[in-house]
């Protein structure tokens, strides 16, 4: 079936610290979501890509969708420690979601 | 975005026994699905939850095991059956606004042990 991966699969950073996560599809996405889940949370949509190449940001986080839509990251800028969680993507139709990124930030 | 809550919250179960699961609304919603993530995992599509017709179930997931329930817009059951150690997980219900290209919003989950 279709697959979208997700690395890496942790990232500890000290707080202020930057952090990316990326995100892969073998074939063409119509779009990709991205969703946050605090710990003992359950996922919160933060946002959906649809255009080849586009860049959204939403305060200190930005998310690109690659040229050919297969691929697409999320950038935490002077991360904070709101920012724990795991961040997942998702893509396809039914939505197939990433194994996520695990962030841990350090105070 | 939608309100959704889910019923029981948790749960502790013999192993051979059932659970149903509800899943409610607070308005319509064409599309309802239900998801399954182990402890630290990743989210796994069990099955959309079709108003009026039978579910669409994904790979590895049979109607046996997992039926379902979808009688209006607004709400939905997910019966875990003849359950083992194995089906422990939380289990997620989510509603989006047409098709799965749309975001979803998730109920907050019904953690599931089986002993």
């Known amino acids: 079936g279709q697959q979208v991966m997700q690395i890496p699969q942790y990232q500890h950073v000290q707080e202020g610290e930057d952090f990316t996560t990326y995100c892969n599809s073998s074939?063409?996405?119509?779009?990709i979501q991205w969703y946050k889940q605090r710990p003992g949370g359950h996922p919160v949509f933060l946002i959906q890509?649809?255009?080849?190449?586009e860049v959204k940001k939403q305060k200190r986080l930005t998310f690109q969708f690659g040229e050919a839509k297969k691929n697409s990251s999320l950038h935490i800028t002077a991360t904070q420690t709101t920012d724990v969680g795991t961040y997942f993507c998702?893509?396809?139709?039914?939505?197939?979601f990433g194994k996520g990124t695990r962030l841990s930030v350090i105070a | 975005s939608a309100v959704i809550s889910q019923k029981p919250s948790r749960d502790i179960c013999q192993r051979g026994t059932s659970l149903t699961i509800q899943c409610q609304v607070d308005?319509?919603?064409?599309?309802m699905f239900w998801y399954r993530q182990q402890p630290g995992q990743s989210l796994t599509l069990i099955a959309t939850a079709n108003q009026g017709s039978e579910a669409t179930y994904e790979s590895g997931f049979v109607i046996d095991k997992f039926p379902i329930s979808r009688p209006n817009l607004t709400f939905s059951t997910l019966t875990v059956s003849n359950m083992s150690p194995e089906d422990s997980s939380i289990y997620l219900c989510?509603?989006?606004?047409?098709?799965?290209?749309?975001?979803?919003?998730f109920g907050p989950g019904t953690r599931l042990t089986v002993l």
């Open positions: 308005s319509q919603v064409t599309m």
């Open positions: 989510s509603v989006g606004r047409a098709s799965g290209a749309n975001e979803q919003f």
């Open positions: 890509l649809v255009k080849s190449g």
């Open positions: 998702a893509g396809h139709t039914p939505l197939v």
């Open positions: 074939t063409t996405l119509s779009n």
